[in-house]
């Protein structure tokens, strides 16, 4: 499960459940669809569907999302993920 959300500065926070390790060059990979991808690692990868309609234009309009791993009310880590925009991320899945 995941939320994305925008601050009044209108910058965007995912925030998801802690994972096994740390990120090593972490990337938000959207092609404006429902579907996204972030990039921890090369063995960590967590995949979001559902993104809703309304953030879409967000996403793509971004250069960063800042994720938030977090496990109740405790943050586990923090890290910038540049967007990266692909024609389908889909296939990147397969």
Do not use: H
Not at 31 to 55: K, Q, Y
């Amino acid at each position: 499960m995941y939320r994305i959300l925008q601050n009044q500065d209108n910058d965007l926070l995912l925030v998801i459940e802690p994972q096994d390790c740390e990120p090593d060059g972490p990337m938000f990979i959207y092609d404006g669809g429902d579907t996204a991808l972030l990039f921890r690692d090369w063995g960590s990868n967590v995949r979001l569907n559902g993104i809703s309609p309304e953030t879409s234009p967000e996403l793509l309009n971004a250069k960063v999302i800042y994720v938030v791993e977090m496990s109740g009310d405790e943050i586990a880590r923090e890290y910038a993920a540049p967007i990266r925009i692909v024609r389908d991320v889909k296939s990147l899945m397969a």
